[in-house]
């Protein structure tokens, strides 16, 4: 039980960086900032468009809401073995 929720621990982090991410790669085309030539990368667009569409709301609020889940879960799983 300890390995799994630090397992959920490690996926309810990266899913709130993968949500801040693709938050800020949707913008980032969006708005197209003068000067840079750089394109965001597909796949982070690709998520939050992905993101969008299941959830309709913004790709930061639904991985965050997910990453801070899986990290309370994590959390409890953890603790509950520790006696």
């Known amino acids: 039980m300890k390995l799994f929720g630090a397992v959920l621990l490690t996926l309810g982090v990266e899913s709130i960086f993968l949500g801040f991410v693709s938050y800020m790669a949707e913008l ?7 000067g840079d030539t750089d394109k965001p990368p597909r796949f982070l667009l690709a998520l939050a468009d992905l993101t969008r569409t ?8 639904a ?21």
Do not use: E, F, Q
């Open 54 to 61: 299941l959830t309709h709301v913004s790709p930061l609020v």
């Open 28 to 34: 980032w085309a969006r708005h197209k900032l003068n």
């Open 63 to 83: 991985l965050t809401a997910l990453g801070v889940l899986l990290i309370v879960m994590g959390t409890l799983l953890r603790y509950l073995r520790k006696d």
